[in-house]
């Protein structure tokens, strides 16, 4: 089954500074990579999402690539906030495995003021 | 997105006992899943619930301790029976609205305590 590696699991950083999160995936039949943001307390919410077909997406502050050779996709926020401190998961799944993700462990991310 | 809720939003059980979840969506959708997270964990998940037929479970997770329901497009039961403290966690649904969609939508989660 798919196998997905997050780091780093905690990720401090200033306000205005640039974080960036990195998964790697096993299973080479994966083609949909959402990231989702947890705030404490809260639900798991979907932010992004790219599919094996681009290698890049943005949105505002937050981008997201692929690259399907290395097997590893990536999360960018510009511009940090400290509304942006939160957990953050990636995930890979594919139509193989009914399109169910598998999560990583997460990464915590802390902006400071 | 679709609109989901649960109930309900924490518990607090004692041991030996069971507690079912409800998860209710406003609208059809043809996926629903639960999951559990344990407190600074990932999301594991328990079961895709499947409307007119029995879920299917994940290696580690059985219907005896964990029954689902699925009556229809826009609900379904999680109950989590015999409750030990390991049991304390969070409980999620989430949704998928097409059988051949990736996205994957949460409900706000059950806060469950078993003392």
Known sequence: GENVEQHPSTLSVQEG????????????ASNYFPWYKQELGKRPQLIIDI???????????????????????SLHITETQP??????????????????????????????? | SAVISQKPSRDICQRGTSLTIQC??????????????????????????????????????????????RPNLTFSTLTVSNMSPEDSSIYLCSVSPGSTTYEQYFGPGTRLTVT
């Not at chain 1, 599919?51 to 996709?73: C, Y």
């Not at chain 1, 890979?92 to 990464?107: K, L, N, V």
């Not at chain 2, 328990?46 to 005896?64: K, M, W």
């Open chain 2, 24 to 69: 209710q969506v406003d609208s059809q959708v043809t996926m629903m899943f639960w999951y559990r997270q344990q407190p600074g964990q990932s999301l594991t998940l328990i079961a895709t619930a499947n409307q007119g037929s029995e879920a299917t479970y994940e290696s580690g997770f059985v219907i005896d301790k964990f029954p689902i329901s």
């Open chain 1, 51 to 73: 599919r094996s077909n681009v290698g890049e997406k943005k949105d505002q502050r937050i981008a997201v690539t692929l690259n399907k050779t290395a097997k590893h996709f």
């Open chain 1, 17 to 28: 500074d640039s974080a960036v999160i990195k998964c790697t995936y096993s299973d080479s």
């Open chain 1, 83 to 113: 509304e942006d401190s939160a957990v953050y998961f990636c995930a890979a799944s594919s139509s193989g495995g009914s399109y169910i993700p598998t999560f990583g462990r997460g990464t915590s991310l802390i902006v400071h003021p």
